[in-house]
């Protein structure tokens, strides 16, 4: 079982920046592929972003691609989500999450495909 913990959100203005971070345990963090989702009030959860377990393939939702950037450290267990410019079209509860599938080889941008999620995080971005 693998737990998941994000970090690092909160209010920012726009323009701004926030890095979260999730930090996985009772794993083995390198097999997962691991994915950031988002859920703005009274919408569905949306992909963001995603890496493989390397890192080699990154994968980015159009609203985010050259804003935002995914990276992960596997020493730490742990993976980023640089968010730059926000927008307060970004303001929304964030999740990690991570895919045990295909060890991690494969990236996914559905969220079905994912099998741990963390509890997610609120970032609010002000106009």
């Known amino acids: 079982q693998v737990q998941l913990v994000e970090s690092g959100g909160g209010l920012v203005q726009a323009g701004g920046s926030l890095r979260l971070s999730c930090v996985a345990s009772g794993g083995t963090f390198s097999n997962y592929a691991m994915g950031w989702f988002r859920q703005a009030p009274g919408k569905e959860r949306e992909f963001v972003s995603a890496?493989?377990?390397?890192?080699?393939?990154?994968y980015y939702a159009d609203p985010v691609k050259g804003r935002f950037t995914v990276s992960r450290d596997n020493a730490k267990n742990t993976v980023y989500l640089q968010m730059n410019s926000l927008k307060p079209e970004d303001t929304a509860v964030y999740y990690c999450?991570?895919?045990?599938?295909?060890?991690?080889?494969?990236?996914?941008?559905?969220?079905?495909?994912?099998?741990?999620w963390g509890q997610g995080i609120q970032v609010t971005v002000s106009s």
């Open positions: 890496i493989s377990w390397r890192g080699g393939n990154t």
């Open positions: 999450a991570a895919d045990s599938g295909y060890g991690g080889v494969v990236v996914s941008t559905k969220a079905a495909v994912y099998d741990y």
